[in-house]
């Protein structure tokens, strides 16, 4: 069966500091991944997505960038960090159906 | 305008309870539409998933799709205080592979 794992669960960030988040999809090969920010009480913004190593797509011009270095690895970074960052990240990945499966997200506060 | 509107509550019901959820959508080329159960701080989970038109049952839950009205439903029989969550709608039309959220609706049961 397929896994979905992201790291760290919690992190708490100066605001200017870098910023690192990984997630790493199990059982399964190419798939399409994507990151998601979620706001206090809002939905879901997709900020990126990728449906392949190397191929990333932004959805919203921002202070963050992600990188796809292997094929069930996805990374969401950051230069530095703005408080507006703050917020709760989650990795989804879709097998090749229309559903998306999260993983157990990282909850981000900028200070 | 949003594209899927979702009413926020929260919507507090007694224990046992028939409990509706609703969204609506201005977009009438959405054709996969998508329930998720968000607990606290955890990654969303599928629920239900239904394409075009009609009723899907699961277990004590049913997604209802009206196409001609733009809007869809999730009925949740004999509500239990596991219930207690955010439930989001999702959506996609046949040419985007990208899902268009609602807000969630925060659904409390009382014991």
């Known amino acids: 069966s397929q896994t979905i794992h992201q790291w760290p669960a919690t992190l708490v960030q100066p605001v200017g500091s870098p910023l690192s988040l990984e997630c790493t999809v199990e059982?399964?090969?190419?798939?399409?991944l994507y990151w998601y920010r979620q706001a206090a009480g809002r939905g879901l913004q997709l900020l990126f997505y990728?449906?392949?190593?190397?191929?990333i797509s932004s959805e919203v011009p921002q202070n963050l960038s992600a990188s796809r270095p292997q094929d069930r690895q996805f990374i969401l970074s950051s230069k530095k960090l703005l408080l507006s960052d703050s917020g709760f990240y989650l990795c989804?990945?879709?097998?090749?159906?229309?559903?998306?499966?999260f993983g157990p997200g990282t909850r981000l506060t900028v200070l | 305008q949003k594209e899927v509107e979702q009413d926020p509550g929260p919507l507090s019901v007694p224990e046992g309870a028939i409990v509706s959820l609703n969204c609506t959508y201005s977009?009438?080329?959405?054709?996969?539409f998508m329930w998720y159960r968000q607990y606290s701080r955890k990654g969303p989970e599928l629920l239900m998933y239904?394409?075009s038109s009609g009723n899907k049952e699961d277990g004590r839950f049913t997604a209802q799709v009206d196409k001609s009205s733009k809007y869809i439903s999730l009925f949740i029989r004999d509500s239990q205080p596991s219930d207690s969550a955010t439930y989001l709608c999702a959506m996609s039309a046949d040419s985007n592979y990208q899902l268009i959220w609602g807000a969630g609706t925060k659904l409390i049961i009382k014991p």
């Open positions: 059982g399964t090969s190419n798939p399409n």
């Open positions: 977009n009438s080329a959405f054709q996969y």
């Open positions: 990728s449906v392949g190593i190397g191929q």
């Open positions: 989804a990945w879709r097998p090749g159906g229309r559903t998306q499966y």
């Open positions: 239904t394409y």
